[in-house]
């Protein structure tokens, strides 16, 4: 009998820490899976909530950290231009504001932005902003590169977590449909067509790169389909095999293309585009990058509860009366949107998409909304930091490009995640 209530006073003091590692896998413990009736059977309803209401304000808790960290780190690199200053509206390279001139440029944006909209008040004249308001150009130049590095920071991450979690592996990548090979093949096709003036051509650019990308998406979902054979199911790895064997030709072509048949200013043209050495800011790329997150996202988010089937076996979904293949298609597509976005934006900062969801199932659990937003919550700090290295940098040339800090800054960090959460996938 004293044993008996031994158990029971052990099993009753478990926090919500311990109910978290239960639920993402951990070892139960030899008390609890002994115990007749387990851990319902001698916790009581109003325990478990209040556990659960804790496990709620520890994740409310990680998301407001987060939170208050991008926005002291957006503030700061709207103060500093970095090399890409010299892009920018009446600025020049490495050029530093301070917190108050940068607040003032924003106030005066915010008081023109009202007055022309509404005619309530009167515009400020631009001679005098010129004169009197330090950055006030240059920092919403800023403001939109720090905006797009996010939105492409949420695409990067949201795609490698779908990918990751269709196949159940933290391997997995949105690459393996090969759609990041129209980017480079668009970029490739500009070059060739119109050599130096390529670069200001950007309604073309975002043109002939989507269509590929999505021409090749298709391409490998029809081709996957028609091998999969009448009535059977689709079958992803036949997708995955197709899109690897596309991308490999088409890289080959671009290969060859660049280094045999154009000349070296049209190469350096092509390597300056294909790297997003100069971020574009412009209404079309705002409008392209709108249009594509909303198209992938939206699905997203409505489906974040249904998308937890995703860690089931087929058979099992099958029992829960949710159809697992359509599911996995819905995720690895809009996945191959986000990432087609992402590199058209901001270059090939592909390892973002595999490092960040391993943190964020790490940091805040493997329920797919957790992961959601853990993945929303990291992936802008992390991509942000990188930005602002690869500004904070002397190059000489056109410019450093995002992808290589974000090479030295994820690959250490991969390890060490790799090395300290050493186990199979969950």
């Not at 970095?82 to 001139?101: D, I, K, R």
């Not at 008081?111 to 009167?122: D, K, M, P, Q």
């Not at 909303?294 to 949710?322: C, H, T």
């Not at 976005?341 to 909304?369: D, K, M, T, W």
């Amino acid at each position: 009998m004293a044993s008996s209530d031994n158990k029971e006073a052990s099993l009753v003091s478990f926090d919500a820490s311990d109910i978290a590692r239960l639920r993402n896998g951990g070892a139960i413990p030899s008390a609890v899976s002994t115990a007749q009736g387990g851990v319902r059977r001698l916790i009581g309803m109003k325990d478990t909530n209040a556990l659960y209401r804790k496990e709620h304000d520890k994740l409310a808790m990680k998301v407001a950290v987060f939170v208050v960290a991008l926005v002291i780190l957006c503030f700061f690199s709207l103060c500093f231009t970095g090399a890409s200053g010299q892009y920018y509206t009446y600025c020049s390279a490495y050029t530093f504001y301070t917190p108050l001139e940068v607040a003032n440029a924003l106030y005066y944006h915010a008081y023109n932005a009202i007055a022309v909209s509404t005619h309530w008040l009167s515009a400020v004249p631009n001679e005098w902003l010129l004169e009197n308001v330090p950055g006030y150009w240059a920092i919403v130049s800023r403001a939109g590169v720090v905006g797009i590095t996010l939105i492409c920071s949420f695409l990067l991450a949201i795609s490698g977590m779908l990918y990751q979690n269709a196949f159940r592996n933290p391997m997995a990548g949105p690459g393996m449909l090969g759609v990041g090979s129209g980017v480079s093949m668009g970029m490739m096709l500009l070059v060739a067509l119109y050599s130096s003036a390529a670069p200001a051509m950007m309604q073309e650019r975002y043109l002939y790169c989507y269509l590929l990308g999505v021409a090749i998406l298709v391409f490998v979902i029809l081709a996957g389909r028609k091998l999969s054979g009448p009535g059977r199911p689709f079958d992803i790895v036949t997708m995955m095999l197709i899109g690897s064997v596309l991308s490999q030709l088409l890289g080959f072509i671009t290969m060859y293309m660049t280094l045999f048949v154009m000349d070296e200013s049209d190469y350096l043209t092509y390597y300056t585009m294909s790297q997003m050495l100069v971020v574009d800011t412009s209404a079309v790329s705002w409008f392209a990058l709108g249009s594509a997150m909303i198209i992938s996202f939206i699905p997203i988010v409505f489906l974040r509860y249904k998308l937890n089937v995703l860690s089931f076996d087929e058979s099992e979904a099958r029992l829960l009366g949710i159809e697992y293949g359509r599911m996995r298609a819905i995720a690895l597509i809009c996945g191959a949107i986000m990432i087609l976005a992402a590199q058209i934006h901001v270059g090939g900062v592909g390892l973002v998409s595999l490092v960040v969801p391993f943190l964020a199932r790490s940091f805040f659990g493997c329920e797919f909304n957790k992961q959601l937003l853990g993945n929303l919550c990291i992936s802008p700090v992390l991509l942000l930091v990188c930005r602002d290295i690869t500004d904070a940098i002397p190059f000489i040339g056109d410019g450093l490009a995002l992808s290589s800090t974000v090479s030295v800054v994820m690959v250490p960090l991969f390890v060490y995640v790799m090395a300290k959460h050493m186990r199979g996938w969950e």
